[in-house]
T-cell receptor, first 115, second 112 residues
Framework: DAGVTQSPTHLIKTRGQQVTLRCSPK?????VSWYQQALGQGPQFIFQ???????QRGNFPDRFSGHQFPNYSSELNVNALLLGDSALYLC??????????????FGEGSRLTVL | QKEVEQDPGPLSVPEGAIVSLNCTYS??????FMWYRQYSRKGPELLMY????GNKEDGRFTAQVDKSSKYISLFIRDSQPSDSATYLC????????????FGQGTRLTINP
């Protein structure tokens, strides 16, 4: 049973560029959220997708956008990259049915470096 | 002031020691409390999930919640080198919420 998978694992971009990160949730999961984890910090919630709609959003600018597809996979897009966007981007998934356990399953992340 | 405060460490202890990790929080609306373990270059994995004030035990791990003091703890007994990781506390307002608020994480090293 595959867990949460993310791609790419590492990437380097320059300021002003745009990036797309991808996530496939754990089998049986229908809800996906994205987190940003700066070096030495805890993850920060970016947004959550369920039924192909953004349901909740953290304190991130509109440069951060996302999408969820009918197969529950998701993309995170960041436009006009800034140096401060360098971080590990984590995707997490859960099932509405399993919501009572409170468990989010995290992927291993995509490490973005902005030069 | 951050909503969740956690001493970043690093914390280094000998194998077999009892480890105590702590977080304080400012938002009394938090109802659900979690501890995650994150190994280097990996995503966080859930260790403990608690709701009410009091203790919850799972093997060598005990999670403690004191809502009146807005303080949570994780105790690790008989610590092993394989416990070396970053430990993140997290909390949420709603059951099953995907929006978690994390602490900074404490880097723990268990020395053989």
């Amino acid at each position: 049973d595959a867990g949460v998978t993310q791609s790419p694992t590492h990437l380097i971009k320059t300021r002003g560029q745009q990036v797309t990160l991808r996530c496939s949730p754990k089998s049986g999961h229908d809800t996906v959220s994205w987190y940003q984890q700066a070096l030495g910090q805890g993850p920060q919630f970016i947004f959550q997708y369920y039924e192909e709609e953004e349901r909740q959003r953290g304190n991130f600018p509109d440069r951060f956008s996302g999408h969820q597809f009918p197969n529950y996979s998701s993309e995170l897009n960041v436009n006009a990259l800034l140096l401060g966007d360098s971080a590990l981007y984590l995707c997490a998934s859960s099932s509405r049915q399993g919501a009572n356990t409170g468990e989010l399953f995290f992927g291993e992340g995509s490490r973005l470096t902005v030069l | 002031q951050k909503e969740v405060e956690q001493d970043p460490g690093p914390l280094s202890v000998p194998e077999g020691a009892i480890v105590s990790l702590n977080c304080t929080y400012s938002n009394s609306a938090f109802q659900y409390f979690m501890w995650y373990r994150q190994y280097s270059r990996k995503g966080p994995e859930l260790l403990m999930y608690t709701y009410s004030s009091g203790n919850k035990e799972d093997g060598r791990f005990t999670a403690q919640v004191d809502k009146s003091s807005k303080y949570i703890s994780l105790f690790i007994r008989d610590s092993q080198p394989s416990d070396s990781a970053t430990y993140l506390c997290a909390m949420s307002l709603l059951q099953g919420a995907q929006k978690l608020v994390f602490g900074q994480g404490t880097r723990l090293t268990i020395n053989p």
